[in-house]
């Protein structure tokens, strides 16, 4: 079994707020791949006293144990349980229900002899492939799909020159935007403080049989194939192969440097954590 991963910071001065792991059982049965992303929040009250790494570290802990001792758990049974004892680590010193508590999108993965389950929410992407080299993106496209007028929000705000006061006042409108439509029956949804945003995981189980290798990125590495459009995704994937994840993450940062305003290639923030999980089953 070959498992690579690979994980930086988008600002060196601040803490990487991605978190990957993989977890494989003494007793063999199989494994587990967890993969999530941290949302920044925009400056100013969040209702909890604990940092975004501090969550997804809690987050991703849970979810690791919860995946390989609990087989007879679902996985969406499995990412409810850990926001839940993820909440309960800081219910009662913080502000749950603050729209901007600690969240996270999610990937996870967990395999055996027989079968491959997957779970994503929100916009890390998993990438499956069959033993025909044929590869499958798995995509939770809700947050791409946000009404028309918030992503005209969002185009104007990268239309405007960075560190403008113009970009800045546009920034926190469309923050606000984006924000009412998070974990919304019309918007998209995040693990944060509510279980029940475990239902609405992108989820499936493929035969053992039907997968040789499958791939996890945060939105941070999967730019190379969304935003810079280096290549489609079964072209990210044999680069993955080939390199392994250290080489896309450094393709991704030449890329980014090649165009620092984001003149060409618009996007909200100049460099993004990266994080990417490969491995061959």
Known sequence: MRIELATE???PARPNEDYAAVMLPAGGQGGSLILLDGVTPPAGD????????????????????????????????????????????????????????PQATVVLVRWDDDRV?????????????????QVTPVLDERLAELPPRIREMRD??????????EREVAGRAYGAAVEALRNADDGF??????????????????????VTAVAALTDGVGRWV???????????FALLRKDGPQRLVDRVRELERADPEGSAFPRGKRHDDAAVVYAEL
């Open 189 to 210: 949804f995040t693990a944060a403080a509510d279980p029940s945003a475990a239902a609405r995981a992108v989820t499936g189980t493929w035969p053992r049989a039907e």
């Open 117 to 133: 389950e997957h779970l994503v929410l929100s916009d890390s992407a998993l990438l499956v492939e069959g033993p025909d080299g």
């Open 46 to 101: 969040d209702g909890c006293l604990h940092s975004v790494p501090w969550f997804t570290a809690r987050l991703g802990g849970a979810l690791g144990e919860l995946s390989v001792s609990r087989r007879d758990m679902t996985l969406s049974e499995i990412l409810a349980a850990a926001i839940a004892r993820t909440a309960d680590a800081h219910g009662q010193t913080c502000d749950l229900s603050h729209p901007r508590t």
């Open 156 to 165: 104007g705000v990268r239309a405007l020159p960075r560190g403008s006061a």
């Open 9 to 11: 910071p988008g600002d």
């Open 226 to 236: 969304e935003t810079f459009r280096a290549g489609d995704w079964a072209e990210c």
